[in-house]
């Protein structure tokens, strides 16, 4: 599986941004997908996950209600639309996949979890 992030740029606080992740591969729609970010000099921390079928979506709390992830798996496309940015939320956007099991809910919160990694996208959000 290949995986490329892209539709990061720069935006005002309080403005929106669509992240896309495009996979390769036939058994994409098989496996969960995370987005994760990383700002500098901090961890890569969770941001949001979906199941293989696009019906179970989780998200860490300080997006919870601002940002919203989907997939069509017909096109091999997953994305994060970002709404009410803040500053905060500035940092290298990162898609992944969990191939290590199929048709599952969710792979959880941790970077480890997750085998396969776009070269991610950076989202840079002005006060």
């Known amino acids: 599986v290949q995986l490329q992030a892209s539709g990061g740029g720069l935006v005002q606080a309080g403005g929106s941004l669509r992240l896309s992740c495009a996979a390769s591969g036939r058994t994409f729609s098989s496996y969960t997908v995370g987005w994760f970010r990383q700002a500098p000099g901090k961890e890569r921390e969770f941001v949001a996950d979906?199941?293989?079928?696009?019906?179970?979506?989780y998200y860490a709390d300080s997006v919870k209600g601002r940002f919203t992830i989907s997939r069509d798996n017909a096109k091999n496309m997953v994305y994060l639309q970002m709404n009410s940015l803040k500053a905060e939320d500035t940092a290298v956007y990162y898609c992944a996949a969990d191939t290590k099991i199929y048709y599952g809910e969710s792979s959880g919160s941790r970077p480890y979890a997750y085998d396969y990694w776009g070269q991610g996208t950076q989202v840079t959000v002005s006060s």
């Open positions: 979906i199941s293989w079928s696009g019906k179970s979506t």
